[in-house]
Structures are given as C-alpha cells and as structure tokens.
C-alpha cells in the first residue's frame, strides 16, 4: 500500500479548474444569450472563488452571461430529479457522472439533449473511459449517444486516521496488500480503542445503502472486482449475469459486506446513509477507515492542518488474487436544455494528466 501525494493530486484539481476544463467548447452557431447554470458547490472556498472567476473570465470573452445557482451536491441531486419530473429544468446543470439521478432515465426515453457537438470538439482530451461514463442509451433511437460533456474525473482512494490506528497499537505500513485482508486489518483496532473510552468509532466505513445510490453502488463495484467479478458489464455495454465468477463474485461481496455489518464493524445508521454520512462520520472520527469517492473527505479539512495531515489517503488493495483492482471512474460533466453552450473559451483545456488520480 503506497500513500496517495495528496498535495500533488489538488495541483492537478486545482490547475484543471483554474484552467476552465473543457468546459466551454467553440460552438459556431451559439448566438450570445443568458443561461441558467446550477452548479455543485466545492468543499473549500477557494473552488468556488475559482469557479466565479471562470464565469467572469468567460462572460468578458463570450458576451454570453450565465445566471448561475451553486447548491451543495446532495441538495442539488434532489433540485435535479424535481427539476426533470416537472419539466422546469436549467440551460446547463453540473453534476458528478455516477450521481446521475434522472437523466439515464430521460435518455432512455429521448428526453434529454444529445451532447455529441460538445464532446467532439474535445475528443482528444478525453481518457476512453471517461467517454464511456459520459453516454447513456436512447432507447427510442435505440442508440448510446453522449449526453454529459465530460470536465473532471476522480477515482476512490482509502481514507485512513493515522493517530487512530497508531493509538490502537498498530501501523499503517503493515497493512496487507490484498482486499479483504486489508479491510480485516482494521477490525481488531475498534476493540483497541473502544477498551481506552472510545465507545462509538467503527472500524469500517462501508457505504451498505441504497439512500445514497453512489457511493453504495461504487463500493460495491470495489468489492466486485477485488472478488473476480469485473466482467460484470464489458465495454460494449453488455452485462454477464449468468457468468459463473460473476455470480460468485456477487455472492462473495455481499457475504463479506453484511457480514462485516452484523459482526458490528461498520455503524448501523450506514443502512440509511446519504452520499455525504460517511464523510461526516470519519470527520467525526467515528471511522478508523473510509473507501470514498474522491479526496473531497481530505479536502474538506484543508484549512484545519493539524486534522488534514493526520488523514492518510493511501491507494487501493489488489484483489484477493493479488492482481491490482481497477480504479472506478467517476465523471462529472454538464448537461443542457435546447441548443445552448458556452460559445467561447475563456482557456484551453488541460490533458487528462491535469485531474487528480
């Protein structure tokens, strides 16, 4: 297990946003107008300053303006289904790939604005992944199409107290290096601390819900893999339900998850967590461990130091084969009403070795 440069890794974010990403591509027949923007609010000031920023930057360029809302990311997923179930929706919304909510529906049924004009323009930035996550299927045109135009991507690191696990007696430089055995290094740790007057920490923070779709289904896809069942869909979009490893990678995932939940490693509000429970649940330093989406855990913390630096974000396990887990990627993209988009660059976008890691 190798330790994630965490400083390195807001670099790159923080180059990216500065940059504009590739979010403003040329689109030659846009005619200067007003747009409705809801964007998803940082977890530290700076991301929001440097979004502001970019919105004047463009406005200057463009003559377009954006009327732009920023609401928090869980507040703004519930803004995001009403907003498709009544029909009232924005010129453009931002919001991450794997928190979705509605529009692989409204794709489905040819609701939604194919984006396939924007992402062209930027098709050479772009890892072949990140245009896989960015394409849902229409199916009254019975095609996949583009309908997120793709300017970030993240992957899950683990999220590990230092001085909680040093506390128990332990290091962290002796994790094992495959799944399962990492997550069991952990559990005899809550037992430690729980016997020095720390009743309510957990050793595991594992997102076991269906309140928060994203952050359970990712974890779950983690644990598939780890356990041989990343056949699960192929890259030509086809799942493989009755494969034989798959089935037993299914069953393997899900012994090892609710076991974990019964033994009492893992809090039992987790059955009802939303995206961000876990987050507040390790600041609160009621997790030794967390496996989450992005290193929006740490980045929450940056102007608390002391607390940042005692947060180890280290890289995934291999598998229980000892072969390297793939990362899951998330994307997070805009999609639109009509025909409008940002006509103008204000900047050109980075390479995908901008976005952190």
Known sequence: MTKVTRRAALRGSLALAAAGAPA??????????????????????????TFKRIV????????????????PFGPLAQKVVSALTSGDVPDLISYDGAQARGLPQNAWVDRAVDMTDVVETQRAHYHPSALLAAQYYN????????????????????????????????KLSDAPKTWDAYFDFFKPMQKKLREQGQRSVYALGLQITTTGPADGNTLFHHFMFAH??????????????????VRQAVVESI????????????????????????????HAKQLIMDLDGTISTEVALYHEKDRYDDIVTMDLPADNQGKPVPALLGVAGFTRRGGFFPSACVRQPHPPSAVAP
């Open 24 to 49: 403003c591509p040329y689109v030659a027949n846009a005619q200067a107008k007003t747009a409705v923007l809801w964007w998803t609010q940082g977890f530290v000031k700076e991301e929001d300053s």
């Open 56 to 71: 004047t930057d463009y406005e200057k360029a463009s003559g377009n303006r954006l009327d732009y809302t920023i609401v």
């Open 139 to 170: 199916n009254v045109e019975k095609r996949r199409t583009f309908y997120l135009a793709p300017y970030k991507t993240a992957v899950s690191p683990m999220h590990v107290w230092n001085s909680l696990v040093e506390k128990a007696g332990f």
């Open 228 to 245: 041989g069942g990343r056949g699960i869909v192929t890259p030509d979009g086809r799942p493989h339900l009755d494969d034989p490893q």
């Open 255 to 282: 012994a090892y998850l609710t076991t974990a939940y019964k033994e009492g490693y893992v809090p039992p509000g987790a059955l009802s967590w939303s995206d961000a429970d876990d987050n507040n649940a390790f």
